[in-house]
């Protein structure tokens, strides 16, 4: 371990690199020479730096020669060679570290060359064993501070003198993996007198092998092992203090006394062999606590699971863009010193430096520049580079997920927190990393680093928008805030925004700023920057060394403005000619300008000496380059194709405009302008006109050449995939397909033409719908799906369709509906799609509805397609009546302003998103808020979502990605009871339990409580519509007016309502508002005078809950306690109609789309419903026109249509598909529609009436067949007809049953007698030969047909009024219903075999066998509907609820996969019937339900079906869904576009 022994420590630094210093222009080499023997060394591009081999290792005692030899070349003749050996003092290179501790020392060399003086200037550099010994003993040395308690007060100033020193980490054994905390000058002394003392040798040795850790530094190591390693830690720290104490008194006693070879006492040798002995066992200690392979194990699987889960981006420094050395020296000393500040001595330092300027001032190379002095100082936490023109750099949803995993990366306590996190909840990822994983892991990290880390954020203004800026920063500076060793840098432009959050009060004095344009030695770096450039050129063209002279350069200087950016452009312009004098004159023309101006003209003056004439090609092609730039760069032949232009044109242009752009070769080459303010002179109102590029033509441009890419290069089975078996992701080749298959170009245009088409909302005509319609012809869509798929950007292809139809403006186009199809396929079949390309064709198609543009073309296409038999859709599914999801009452809904979307708030603390057209969810719960969400608000521009809630806070959300943005906005003392934004979205106001109303500022989430207060809770708050003012109601009764800038009250109060005012709107032109009370009323003021119009709207007969104004004006919407919704004319005050009914609960909230076409309410019961605002009915409603009771409901046979009477004496037949009513009514009954029936070949019905009697109708034109039938003398409860349909039976409230002919209209035969009360249900057996009845006296008579006798006794023994009775299919048993229990009977024994009881549900009013005879299904009095099982007797599931009020009729559809009900709620509903299983890949809402069958696809030729499970994974979705089969289930090979899919 000696410095002089042969153990040193041999390879504890390395040459880094060499630098020339010599006044030469010629040519020359360099040649290294270490220890004998040759090294090759590389020439840094640019620069006078010669780089050795990574990891040139030397030692104390190498030898290191440089030959420098030149030769100068005329004509290919080389002359005048000469050389000149340098030879560098490696031994000096050691004692500067020893003395320095630095990091990096060098080494200078003079001598003369060709008579003038030269050097060479070796730097060397820690290796990386040395530096973490280094960096660990560093630490350590802190942590030996903290223990100098235990240190004797007579040994103390012992220790305070060698404290003062570094530690020598030069001297140990190179074999020790780690370190620890030996003061410097105890190894000084040992390593002076080890030269006599073989023991003190050992010692020192011992010192330094005692952490043999091989990949972990001691403080993560007990940070790993906190309880197995504390005691010996602590035994480490005293036995430290103690070799430290004997080795200074040791050497101090005897450094002067004693000779080379003294002997060491008796007593020192006792001493040294005790601590050598201590130092052993404590080896011993830490190797059985610590399994250093398996903390690397764990150490790489928590990376790993980090990596995975949050999925961080590159987005780091670089060594090659850092400042040129020599500039900015003075900035960066001044930020590396607060950086490394140690936070102990400094706990009100502040902890967050923002470096701002101009576009081009050198804030990124300050950037870059601070990165690599804090990693070299192990201070760097991690970094992140925004990029405007680099998707993933200019997300800030990037941004913390990657600055979370460096952070963990640096120190293994935080990784250990984050892992556990991460592995504890599943639903913790990339998206959602923020708060959860950073602020409060950091809190409750127990052993912290002792020093800094510093997070560095670069270009920051380049990042999303001004919300996500926001929540960034604010989430930062809380972190940074709360916790002191953590420190943030950001460098930006002066962003409005940006300043505006660190100008806001809570930030004052908590963070550095410093303008870098105005920095003081500013001047002084671009002079030496300028000058060194300005070399390089004069070296490249042979001119003087001082070229261009003094005055020019300093004119560069100044016209620089201060702008490093205009330099190095300036620089590569010059390089760019044959003559850079006549370029740099014609740059430097003109007068003095202002900063940008300067650089402006520089750009000004690129172009047009580099282009001259060809203006209008450069526009075309650089807005085309600049306008994909901001999704993808892409190469020259892909840029030349979107601009129409030849390749070569794209190539030359890139080359001659070097100084502007280049080609970015991490993606492909595509090209990239140098810097972002090239784009800001092109674009600008500033910019020269015959250089002015237009952005938004150059997107229309563009999304037109993509859609027309697409047209030409889509294709069925594009990557030619084989079969559907193979999910995408474990196709071996499909990378290489992809790349084979699809151009660049193909991709770029698939995943991005509706950004460029829909950039300017302004620019649509015709030419471009021609385009769109040329597109969605044949089966191109589906064939872009299918790209979308193989790149996993369906959801993107979403956001696309959305995007389109939302910009067309044209609804009555062809293509949208196109895009309408496309967009309801990809919803309905996102996991299949997403999960196998080739299942758009196999599980998608056989399942569209087949009255779509999407079927018809793929129809047309492929004539041996997939086909479901039968149960097929012919639309696609209508929207259901309510959407259900919330496990709480719903107390707040909005609409997104583009009418997409619906957003509901509930109790269950929660808030979800609706598609406003399916109805289907959309992403999950958004979820943050510790109590109940009390209110929602949308912004603007729909971008954000505002909520409030009883747990005191309003949370920001971005309303794309469900994400919370920032932490919680607090100030109220109570729950928020309300909250709206201001129509700009600059402001979110907010109403609270405490009685106050807050102003918040959405950017910089600021906020501020309006000085008077109301005199009790502010239940509702409104901006007006121009912004200028607030409206707040209370539960004092009144409404106050406030003026939105100042927060002062204007005029007085509105008071005229008797009890809380929980609801109030402003009118759409703001001169009235509008409150709804809980004193049941509504009413309307007049904004101006605060005077009420009219009388108070009165109608509930509740508290009146929720208000709104239509978007015209025109109408007024009420939501109450009493379960119903009014509309009322907002001139007049009348009422509209009748009330809306449907829910079941309390109408908390409602609200208008913002096409005024529909009204969305959300409950207590739950639900959130939509209304059509012109109809009145429900979206998705049950079938709703009947204004009475339905008594009886019936299938069509073939399932198309339902038959309904009611009580209002109609008879209505509905379509089963749209839900609407096919035809007028049936009238001309004098009495209620008590039942029902169709006919077995679905031609007519026959309906039985309470006016006694009969009427057949033409079931297709709704005509009467006939006379009415009256041979019966009380009403008719019961009909069926007999399964070949040439009778029917009825049975009637006279007692009596009788079998009618159909062909001649009459009664035949005697009716059959027996019943001694009322007949209430009839039923034939399946084979037609007899009728079973039911009756009000308690029993069940089965008759024969052909006799027209009772077969059996009456079977008794119910107790209660038998009100319905069914046969079995295989009619084998009966069913009957009566109060609340369902009885089965064996027809054969006359025997009761099953019995089920429905508890106090109430009594059951109609049952119904399915067509299979497993099931059965029960109507109740309570109006649920009930499934058993018909062989157990047990209940299925959870009752079906909906109706309110009793079941009066229920059937099976023809395939029992349906069942339908009629209700005295005046509804009928369609329910699905069962769940069957999952097939293999993708399952269909019962909407779409069918079955593919053999005979279905028998023109396939062979065939094989799949009986076994499939290798692929299973989607189970949530009920209800029908699963196909997988007996049923085929899989296709995709072989020809012509043929069609075949079956394997």
């Not at 010996?232 to 450094?255: G, M, Q």
């Not at 299949?832 to 569209?848: C, D, E, K, N, Q």
Request: with cysteine; charged share 25%; proline share 4%.
């Amino acid at each position: 371990m000696s410095s002089c022994g042969e153990d040193d420590g041999k390879t504890f630094m390395y040459l880094h690199h060499l630098t020339v210093d010599a006044p030469i222009k010629a040519e020359y080499r360099i040649k290294l020479i270490v220890d004998g023997a040759d090294i090759r060394l590389t020439r840094k591009e640019q620069t006078s730096a010669w780089i050795p081999p990574m990891s040139l290792e030397v030692s104390h005692m190498s030898s290191v020669e440089v030959i420098f030899r030149t030769r100068r070349n005329v004509a290919g003749i080389s002359f005048k060679r000469e050389e000149t050996v340098f030879k560098i003092d490696v031994q000096k290179a050691v004692q500067e570290f020893r003395n320095t501790m630095d990091r990096e020392v060098s080494v200078s060399e003079e001598g003369n060359y060709a008579q003038q003086s030269a050097g060479i200037t070796a730097y060397f550099r820690l290796s990386p064993k040395s530096e973490s010994i280094r960096s660990e003993l560093q630490r350590l040395q802190e942590e030996m501070i903290g223990f100098r308690h235990k240190i004797n007060d007579a040994a103390q100033k012992h220790v305070d003198t060698v404290i003062k020193y570094g530690v020598a980490f030069s001297e140990l054994d190179p074999r020790s993996k780690a370190a620890f905390s030996i003061l410097r000058t105890t190894f000084e002394l040992l390593k002076e007198q080890q030269k006599r003392d073989q023991m003190i040798s050992s010692l020192a040795s011992h010192l330094g092998r005692i952490l043999p850790f091989a990949f972990k530094g001691l403080e993560q190591a007990v940070e790993d092992n906190a309880d197995i390693l504390r005691r010996t830690i602590e035994r480490l720290y005293v036995l430290a203090v103690d070799v430290a104490e004997f080795a200074y008194d040791y050497i101090k006693r005897d450094r002067f006394k004693r000779l080379a070879k003294s002997i060491i006492s008796t007593r020192d040798q006792q001493i040294i062999s005790e601590l050598t002995s201590s130092f052993e066992e404590m080896v011993i200690d830490f190797e059985r606590a610590i399994n250093i392979e398996t903390l690397k194990a764990v150490r790489n699987l928590e990376e790993t699971l980090l990596l995975n889960r949050l999925q961080p981006i590159q987005a780091g420094h670089s060594l090659d863009h850092q400042c040129m050395e020599g500039t900015r020296v003075s900035l960066l000393d001044e930020i590396l010193d607060w950086a490394l500040l140690p936070y102990a001595n400094h706990p009100a330092l502040r902890n967050i430096y923002w470096l701002y300027g101009i576009p081009g001032v050198g804030k990124t190379a300050v950037a870059h520049s601070i990165c690599a002095r804090l990693h070299k100082h192990g201070r760097l936490g991690g970094s992140f580079f925004c990029q405007r023109d680099d998707p993933k750099l200019s997300d800030p949803k990037n941004i913390l997920p990657t600055l979370i995993c460096k952070l963990a990366e640096t120190w293994g306590g935080y990784r250990r927190l984050v892992a556990g996190k991460l592995r504890s909840d599943p639903h913790l990822n990339h998206s959602s990393a923020g708060d959860e994983l950073l602020l409060q892991l950091l809190e409750s990290l127990q052993n912290h680093p002792p020093y800094t880390l510093v997070l560095v954020i670069d270009a920051f203004d380049e990042c999303g928008d001004i919300q996500g800026r926001n929540s960034i920063l604010s989430t930062l500076f809380d972190a940074c805030s709360k916790i002191t060793w953590l420190r943030i840098f950001i460098s930006s432009r002066q962003e409005q925004d940006i300043d505006s959050f660190f100008k806001r009060p809570n930030c004052t004095g908590r963070y550095f700023s410093t303008d870098l344009l105005n920095e003081d030695k500013t001047h002084d770096d671009i002079h030496l920057f300028a000058k060194r450039k300005l070399s390089l050129i004069a070296g490249e063209y042979d001119l003087p060394d001082d070229w261009p002279g003094s005055e020019k350069l300093e004119l560069i200087v100044k016209r620089s403005g201060g702008l490093f950016i205009f330099v190095e452009t300036l620089w590569r312009l010059l390089q760019e000619g044959l003559d850079p004098h006549q370029r740099l004159e014609k740059a430097l023309s003109g007068g003095s300008r202002d900063v940008l101006d300067g650089l402006y003209h520089l750009y000004s003056t690129i172009i047009n000496v580099q282009i001259r004439q060809e203006k209008e090609t450069f526009r075309l092609a650089m807005g085309t380059i600049m306008a994909v730039g901001q999704y993808h760069p892409l190469p020259d032949k892909s840029i030349a194709q979107l601009a129409g232009l030849p390749t070569r044109i794209v190539t030359a242009l890139v080359k001659k405009l070097g100084s502007l752009l280049y080609r970015d070769a991490s993606l492909n080459g595509g090209i990239r302008v140098r810097h972002l303010s090239i784009v800001d002179f092109l674009t600008g109102p500033g910019s020269p006109e015959d250089l002015a590029i237009d952005f938004d033509q150059a997107n229309r441009d563009i999304g037109v050449a993509c859609l027309r890419t697409m047209i030409q290069g889509l294709k069925f089975n594009i990557c030619d995939l084989v079969s559907s078996f193979i999910p995408n992701r474990d196709i071996d080749d499909l990378s290489s397909r992809i790349k084979e298959k699809m151009s660049d170009l193909l991709q770029y245009s698939c995943l991005y033409w509706s950004n460029h088409l829909c950039h300017s909302p302004d620019i649509r005509n015709e030419a471009i719908y021609s385009v769109l319609d040329s597109f969605t012809e044949g089966c191109r869509l589906l064939y872009w799906i299918e790209v979308l798929s193989l790149l996993e950007k369906v959801p993107s292809g979403q956001a696309t369709l959305r995007r389109i139809t939302s910009w067309v403006k044209a609804p009555q186009m062809t293509f949208v509906t196109h895009f309408k199809d496309a967009l309801r396929f990809l919803l309905m079949f996102r996991a299949a799609i997403i999960t196998s390309t080739p299942h758009i064709y196999v599980s998608g198609l056989p399942f569209t509805p087949t009255d779509t543009n999407l079927w018809r073309n793929a129809k047309a296409s492929y004539k041996h397609m997939l086909e479901v038999e039968r149960g097929r859709m012919s639309v696609w599914p209508v929207f259901p009546e309510a959407l259900r999801g919330h496990t709480a009452h719903i107390t707040s809904v909005a609409y997104s302003p583009d009418g997409r979307h619906i957003a509901s708030g509930s109790y269950d603390k929660t808030i979800r998103l609706w598609d406003a057209v399916t109805g289907d969810a959309v992403g999950e719960p958004l979820g943050g808020h510790l109590k109940s969400i009390l209110s929602i608000a949308y912004s603007k521009d729909g971008r954000h979502i505002v909520s409030g809630s009883y747990d005191k806070t309003l949370r920001i959300w971005d309303a794309e990605t469900g994400e919370a943005v920032g932490e919680p906005l607090r100030g109220h003392t109570a729950s928020v009871l309300s909250v709206a934004y201001s129509p700009d979205g600059c402001y979110i106001v907010s109403g609270s339990y405490d009685d106050m109303v807050w102003v918040w500022n959405a950017d910089t989430r600021f906020g501020v409580g309006l000085s008077k207060r109301h005199a009790n809770s502010v239940t509702s708050v409104t901006y007006s519509p121009d912004g200028r003012r607030i409206a707040s109601g209370s539960a004092d009764t009144t409404i106050c007016i406030w003026n939105a800038e100042t927060g002062d009250a204007i005029g007085r109060r509105l008071r005229g309502h008797t009890g809380f005012i929980v609801g109030i709107a402003y009118s759409p032109d703001g001169r009235r508002i509008v409150s709804g009370s809980y004193d049941n009323t509504v009413r309307i003021w007049n904004v101006e005078t605060g005077d009420a119009i009219s009388e108070s709207l009165r109608g509930h007969t509740a508290f009146v809950l929720s208000i709104a104004y239509s978007p015209d004006g025109r109408h007024i919407v009420s939501g109450s306690a009493d379960k119903t919704i009014r509309t009322w004319d907002a001139e007049t005050g009348e009422a509209i109609g009748e009330p809306l009914r449907g829910h079941a609960g309390s109408v908390l909230s409602v609200r208008y789309s913002p096409d005024g076409r529909h009204i969305v309410s959300g409950s207590y019961d739950r639900t959130v419903r939509i209304w059509n605002a012109e109809t009145r009915d429900g979206v998705g409603e049950p079938f709703r026109k009947h204004i009475d009771s339905i008594l009886c409901v019936a299938y069509s046979p073939d399932g198309r249509r339902i038959v309904t009477g009611s009580a209002d004496r109609t008879i209505r037949i509905w379509d089963t598909e749209t839900g609407e009513a096919v035809g007028e009514p049936l009238n001309g009954v004098r009495g209620s529609i008590l039942s029902i029936a169709y006919s077995p070949d679905g031609r007519h019905i026959v309906s039985g009436s309470a006016d006694n009697t009969i009427q057949m109708w033409d079931a297709v034109t709704g005509d009467a067949v006939g006379e009415r039938l009256s041979r019966h003398t009380d009403s008719i409860l019961c009909i069926a007809y007999s399964p070949d349909g040439r009778h029917f039976v009825s049975g009637s409230a006279d007692r009596m049953i009788r079998i009618w002919n159909v062909d001649v209209g009459d009664a035949f035969g005697e009716p059959l007698r027996g019943h001694e009360d009322s007949v209430t249900s009839v039923a034939y057996s399946s084979d037609g030969r007899h009728i079973v009845s039911g009756s009000i006296d308690q029993t069940i008579r089965i008759w024969d047909i052909e006799t027209r006798k009772a077969v059996h006794t009456p079977l008794t023994g119910h107790a209660g009024p038998i009100s319905s009775v069914a046969y079995s299919p295989d009619g084998r048993h009966i069913v009957c219903g009566r109060r609340n229990t369902i009885q089965v009977w064996n027809v054969d024994t006359e025997d009761v075999v099953c019995e089920m009881s429905c508890g106090n549900r109430g009594s059951i009013l109609n049952i119904a066998y399915s067509p299979d005879g497993h099931h059965v299904a029960s109507g109740s009095a309570d109006g649920t509907i009930q499934i058993w099982d018909a062989t157990t007797g047990d209940a299925i599931g959870e009752p079906l609820s909906g109706h309110t009020g009793p079941i009066t009729s229920i059937v099976y559809s023809p395939d029992g996969r349906q069942i339908v009900s009629g209700s005295a709620d005046q509804t009928t509903r369609v329910w699905d019937s069962a769940v069957l299983r999952a097939p293999p890949f993708f399952c269909v809402p019962t909407r779409l339900a069918g079955f593919i069958t053999e005979k279905a696809v028998s023109g396939f030729g062979s065939q094989k079906f799949i009986e076994k499970d499939l290798p692929v994974p299973q989607f189970l979705l949530s009920p209800p869904m029908v699963m196909i089969d997988l007996s049923m289930w085929a899989s296709m090979d995709l072989v020809s576009e012509h043929r069609g899919p075949k079956l394997r």
